[in-house]
């Protein structure tokens, strides 16, 4: 009953498999049952118990159900709970239920991990500390991360005005402007020139090769809604200098702009 077929076996051990996806509507990691089905198929008997330690939207119990194997799967947010549920069956009301299905929930345990994890002979300890720049939930670099829905093009409105370089985004987040470098004495009407453009608007942020200047400042080219390219504009109007110590996608413009309007 378990053994593939001559055509499934030749399409299941191929060197590349062609489906379709799947949308990313309830999860963040949805894939077809089509995956799972084939390694089942081919690594497994009938009424033998799949694994499946990342239980997500519960694909794979799926296919195991459907094709008559056991199944134990693991999943620590509750969230996913319902969509399991549903995409599995287990609420939907059969004539005849082929599966039977069991939702057990881990009490909480009473362990000190960190005392446990010093017993053990070997402990990974990496010499380089973490840094966490930005938040990913409030800078996603057009990454979907979490439930909510974002638009495909993030937005934001300016909080703070610091110099000609530096402001500081309605998400508190800190940015430099790419390219640019202040001049002291075009520094207040920079100042006013900013204020006038970006008061009341919307603004969206690309990016460079190079995140983060050495004080860790997220490095922008900063756009109106309308497309208006504020670091360009400033060089433009002469209220600033041009950083030509970085190496940047558009240095060769900003450079080019700046001597087409003031040699």
Same mark, same amino acid.
Do not use: C
């Given at each position: ?165 530096? &402001?500081?985004?309605?998400?508190? +987040?800190?940015?430099? !402007? /790419?390219?640019?470098?202040?001049? #002291?004495? *075009?520094? =207040? ?34 756009? &109106?809604?309308?497309?208006?390219? +504020?670091?360009?504009? !400033? /060089?433009?109007?002469?209220?600033? #200098?041009? *950083?030509? =110590? ?18």
């Amino acid at each position: 009953k378990s053994k593939l077929s001559k055509e499934e076996w030749n399409e299941y051990f191929s060197g590349h498999w062609n489906f379709n996806g799947e949308k990313q509507i309830e999860h963040l990691a949805m894939f077809p049952e089509e995956l799972p089905k084939r390694l089942i198929k081919m690594f497994s008997f009938i009424e033998d118990t799949v694994l499946d330690p990342f239980l997500g939207s519960g694909t794979t119990v799926l296919a195991a159900k459907n094709l008559n194997r056991n199944s134990i799967g693991y999943e620590i947010n509750e969230k996913f709970l319902s969509i399991i549920q549903d995409k599995v069956g287990m609420n939907r009301k059969e004539l005849f239920h082929t599966a039977t299905f069991e939702v057990v929930k881990q009490k909480p345990l009473n362990i000190n991990w960190n005392s446990e994890i010093k017993n053990l002979s070997y402990q990974f300890k990496d010499p380089i500390k973490f840094d966490k720049k930005i938040d990913p939930r409030k800078l996603q670099f057009g990454s979907k991360i979490g439930f909510s829905k974002s638009r495909r093009q993030e937005y934001f409105s300016i909080k703070e005005i610091i110099s000609p370089e530096e &402001l500081i985004l309605s998400n508190n +987040i800190k940015v430099r !402007l /790419i390219g640019i470098k202040a001049k #002291e004495k *075009d520094f =207040n009407n920079a100042i006013n020139f900013l204020k006038s453009k970006l008061k009341n608007q919307k603004v969206f942020l690309k990016f460079d090769n190079i995140k983060y200047d050495s004080k860790g400042n997220l490095l922008v080219y900063l756009y &109106l809604r309308n497309k208006t390219f +504020i670091n360009a504009h !400033l /060089i433009k109007n002469g209220l600033v #200098e041009v *950083d030509s =110590n970085l190496e940047y996608i558009y240095k060769d413009k900003f450079i080019k702009l700046k001597q087409e309007n003031y040699g």
